[in-house]
């Protein structure tokens, strides 16, 4: 199994609302990633988890939340978002991080904030 | 400035045809280089993996070089089908970090 799921596959909220965005991986990879992507354009890292631990924090706004329950699942927690911040989410996981192992991507979620 | 620059932007071939997608790159140290191919709003494939050492690699009817001297990399997509419609994407990995080029979108028409 090489698959990385991500639910919900679109989601249209308010700049008040709260919601989140969910991965899940079950390949046994300890390292998984947040992408944000907008049109035409290619990812953006937003955070790395490895181990289960926040590695990477690429500067990201504090309305972007990530968690990381247990190892096969990784959350990224929306509140007061923005509607630049309408974009592909992309979710993706490695053996281990670092930038020797390919990073197997899920299939994003198209969120669109109103 | 990007350190992974990809061109043509887009291009358009016929059903059939061969096509070749160039990545230049300015990442080091250099660790690997990726090609990856997404389709419209979906999350991107890894195709094909190079290290230092290696010059080429296939994948079915896709086929990536490598020259780790001059920081060039192409792919090349032989008898093009319909389903090769998307972009594609040069990742070139250094230390830690994942640097993307912008991709090259192909359109295959029939």
């Known amino acids: 199994d090489t698959e990385v799921t991500q639910t919900p596959k679109h989601l249209v909220m308010g700049m008040t609302n709260k919601k989140s965005l969910k991965c899940e991986q079950h390949m046994g990879h300890r390292a998984m990633y947040w992408y944000k992507q907008k049109a035409k354009k290619p990812p953006e890292l937003m955070f790395v988890y490895s181990y289960e631990k926040l590695s990477i924090n690429e500067s990201v706004p504090s309305r972007f939340s990530p968690e990381c329950p247990n190892s096969s699942l990784l959350n990224l927690h929306l509140h007061a978002l923005q509607p630049e911040d309408s974009a592909l989410y992309l979710c993706?996981?490695?053996?281990?991080?670092?930038?020797?192992?390919?990073?197997?991507f899920g299939p994003g979620t198209r969120l669109t904030v109103l | 400035k990007n350190q992974v620059e990809q061109s043509p932007q887009s291009l358009i071939i016929l059903e059939g045809k061969n096509c070749t997608l160039q990545?230049?790159?300015?990442?080091?140290?250099?660790?690997?280089l990726r090609w990856y191919k997404q389709d419209t709003g979906r999350g991107p494939v890894s195709l094909t993996i190079?290290?230092?050492?290696?010059n080429t690699k296939s994948n079915g009817r896709y086929t990536a070089t490598l020259d780790a001297d001059t920081k060039q990399s192409s792919l090349h997509i032989t008898a093009s089908q319909l389903s090769d419609s998307a972009s594609y994407i040069c990742?070139?990995?250094?230390?830690?970090?994942?640097?993307f080029g912008a991709g090259t979108t192909v359109t295959v028409r029939a």
């Open positions: 190079m290290t230092f050492s290696e």
């Open positions: 990742v070139v990995s250094a230390v830690y970090k994942l640097s």
């Open positions: 990545c230049n790159y300015t990442v080091s140290p250099f660790s690997n």
């Open positions: 993706a996981s490695s053996q281990v991080s670092g930038t020797t192992d390919t990073q197997y």
